[in-house]
């Protein structure tokens, strides 16, 4: 390490991180101030043209209203079939390939010698300094080490002891809900629901919950990072926020430990007794970014395919019949939402050598894009992919999860939300009907509907 480096660590490690996320702040302030620039990518909003109406070349998958516009089905179609493994050299975030077919999605994801995940997932890159260190973002074995760390809090033994909170709190929501009446289904159940799980998976205070959702929702949103609308400033000031929360909430939990309570299977605690992440509180920024992603991966998977599920029946209503006929389809189903919804579009890896992917030349530190959403449309191998099929064979397959060592951590605690969900729901509603259309974020990262207004109908009681 070079002496710059052995500075630079020593500093992040003694300055407390709410004044690094202010120094990085006033930093980007004066960088944006100079440059006479806010610091985005600026991605302008315009119609998106139909896909035969664009040069193969041109197509920019990286484009957030792609999605926002609901043009992004037929766009990863022709790629797919044209060239799977496409070079884009002018995107504003640079030069990248996407990788579009399930096979090859596979291949990039599980082969992390040569395509790394270092130093960032997303397709852009945050602002400087805010480029905080988290496992995902991290090839074996430093990966390896601080993911073991908190495996333990999704074990299948602590799911099974989860499983009858997590149905009270479902009750609990969807007891308290309006019926024959409109009302928000993403602010009221999807957001609700994701809330009260990450204050159960990180012990946090629960009447602060709703902290967790919009430190999630920030740290997603950077228009630098994926095309997300959003104020720099304000972002800034809740990364503030979330450092000064976290840290305490550590504080509180170890002080608790050495006073001789039992420590409890919530995240950090699981953190605190393991000699490798221990002493993580001492690494702010590592602290702060492993955190954050623990938030993001409870909220965005969980809270859009809670959201997309109830979509997808109401565009497919002859499954929601079916489902109806036979709620024993529900854990398959499951599956299938995750497939058609897709909660996170990508992945970014770097390529670490020169290499060959179908046919393509990747030169070293090529930036390569695997898109998961596209891979869950590839007609190879799945038969009518855009459509939803609640007992599809295959719906397994998807890769909405990832593949390999970077594969979610919590796929079946979100797997086991969703399957309750729909088990209550059932038992409550004969209908939920979807008014108007959703309204979508602004994002080529996370694949998340922003308002959802419905009405439910209950279900006829006995006399």
Same mark, same amino acid.
């Given at each position: ?200 998976? @990180?012990?946090?205070?629960?009447? !602060?919950?709703? &902290? #967790?959702?919009?430190?999630?929702? +920030?740290?997603?949103? *950077? ?89 997808? @029946?109401?565009?497919?209503?002859? !499954?929601?019949? &079916? #489902?109806?006929?036979?709620?024993? +389809?529900?854990?398959? *189903? ?130």
């Amino acid at each position: 390490m070079s002496i710059a480096a052995t500075v630079s660590n020593t500093a992040r490690s003694v300055i407390p991180i709410e004044l690094q996320i202010r120094g990085a702040h006033l930093y980007d302030k004066t960088r944006r101030l100079v440059t006479r620039t806010d610091g985005r990518v600026m991605f302008t909003e315009t119609p998106i043209p139909t896909v035969d109406e664009v040069d193969l070349a041109d197509i920019d998958l990286s484009n957030p209203f792609l999605y926002r516009q609901g043009r992004w089905t037929s766009y990863f179609e022709r790629v797919r079939n044209e060239a799977p493994v496409h070079f884009q050299p002018t995107s504003p975030f640079g030069p990248f390939w996407s990788v579009t077919r399930h096979a090859d999605i596979i291949a990039v994801d599980k082969n992390h010698a040569v395509f790394s995940a270092e130093p960032f997932i997303v397709i852009g890159e945050p602002p400087r300094f805010m480029d905080v260190a988290m496992f995902i973002a991290q090839d074996p074995p430093q990966h390896d080490t601080q993911r073991a760390a908190v495996q333990g809090v999704v074990a299948p033994k602590n799911l099974r002891e989860m499983e009858g909170l997590i149905r009270s709190r479902v009750r609990e929501v969807l007891d308290d809900l309006p019926v024959n009446e409109p009302f928000d289904w993403v602010r009221t159940v999807s957001m609700e629901l994701t809330a009260r799980m990450l204050a159960t998976l @990180l012990d946090f205070p629960y009447e !602060q919950r709703h &902290k #967790l959702v919009e430190w999630s929702d +920030l740290a997603t949103a *950077m228009e630098q990072t994926n095309g997300g609308q959003s104020d720099n400033d304000e972002v800034f000031r809740a990364m503030g926020g979330a450092a000064t929360s976290l840290s305490e909430l550590w504080h509180r939990k170890a002080a608790r430990t050495a006073a001789g309570e039992e420590p409890g299977f919530d995240l950090i605690s699981l953190l605190q007794a393991n000699d490798d992440t221990k002493d993580l509180i001492e690494r702010p920024l590592e602290f702060l970014g492993n955190l954050l992603l623990l938030i993001v991966g409870g909220n965005d998977t969980t809270r859009n395919s809670m959201s997309g599920g109830v979509l997808a @029946l109401n565009k497919f209503p002859d !499954q929601f019949e &079916k #489902l109806k006929a036979d709620p024993a +389809l529900i854990p398959g *189903m499951v599956s299938e939402i995750i497939r058609w919804q897709t909660p996170l579009a990508y992945m970014r890896r770097i390529a670490k050598s020169d290499t060959i992917l179908n046919g393509q030349f990747i030169r070293k530190g090529d930036k390569v894009v695997m898109w998961y959403a596209s891979g869950n449309r590839d007609e190879r191998v799945f038969e009518r992919p855009d459509d939803f099929v609640i007992d599809r064979k295959n719906a397994r397959n998807h890769i909405a999860f990832g593949f390999g060592v970077h594969r979610c951590m919590g796929n079946r605690l979100a797997e086991m939300q969703l399957r309750i969900l729909w088990e209550e729901l059932l038992t409550r509603f004969e209908n939920i009907a979807v008014i108007g259309e959703p309204e979508y974020v602004q994002s080529n990262f996370v694949r998340g509907i922003t308002k959802m207004m419905v009405t439910l109908t209950p279900k006829a009681q006995p006399e």
